[in-house]
């Protein structure tokens, strides 16, 4: 029989529950608004970071680009001990959203796309991780979203019925990737549009 109604959360974390982005540190390691530009597009690049959220470790990662390209080694083994400063804090409002829904007994969970390393790093910095039952790193999993397995591996070991969860991230392909496995989905723009998108499903969001 299917559940009555939507009653489980899964959050994504990278700008949803964290601000993240590579640019400024990028840009105060190069030196030069153009040099930046093209370590952004060509050296440390999205593609080189979701090597390390499908599981590679940082270390092999940089020694390999390093190896690529040599007249940026400083800059790319700088990046990688200088990590923190690509998590800018907190996303506006979506903490408190998840102590509103810890508080009324909302069974949590997040699924990110992440290094193993660096949320290891990140994780005891925000208290709102411990109001999660269970966080999946995909760098852990050597899965990535929006992979069908990544979903199933959350849901199967967390005894969790896809039906009964709305998924939030704000990647549409992440999105897309929860509504074919089964879930309900939704698209995080900003905190009060999800607090309403959430209520609309029957959430206690008051």
């Not at 093209?38 to 680009?65: F, P, S, Y």
């Not at 001990?81 to 903490?95: K, L, M, S």
């Not at 509103?100 to 390393?117: G, I, K, M, Q, W």
């Amino acid at each position: 029989m299917s559940p009555s109604k939507v009653d489980t959360a899964i959050f994504d974390i990278g700008n949803v529950l964290l601000k993240w982005d590579m640019a400024p540190l990028i840009e105060a390691l190069a030196g030069t608004p153009e040099r930046a530009r093209h370590v952004r597009e060509n050296v440390i690049t999205h593609d080189w970071n979701v090597q390390m959220d499908a599981g590679k470790t940082w270390g092999e990662g940089c020694a390999e680009l390093a190896a690529e390209h040599p007249e940026y080694a400083d800059l790319i083994h700088a990046f990688n001990a200088r990590w923190e400063e690509t998590v800018h804090g907190p996303v506006d409002g979506t903490a408190d959203i998840v102590e509103t829904l810890h508080a009324r007994a909302v069974p949590l969970y997040a699924l990110t796309n992440f290094s193993s390393e660096k949320f290891a790093i990140a994780r005891p910095k925000f208290p709102v991780f411990e109001r999660f039952r269970d966080i999946l790193v995909s760098g852990d999993e050597f899965l990535l979203k929006p992979d069908p397995a990544i979903y199933h591996r959350l849901l199967d070991r967390n005894g969790l019925d896809a039906r009964s969860c709305v998924f939030i991230d704000d990647s549409l392909k992440n999105v897309d990737g929860a509504r074919a496995v089964g879930m309900q989905a939704l698209h995080f723009t900003d905190a009060p549009a999800l607090a309403e998108e959430l209520r609309a499903l029957g959430f206690p969001m008051s």
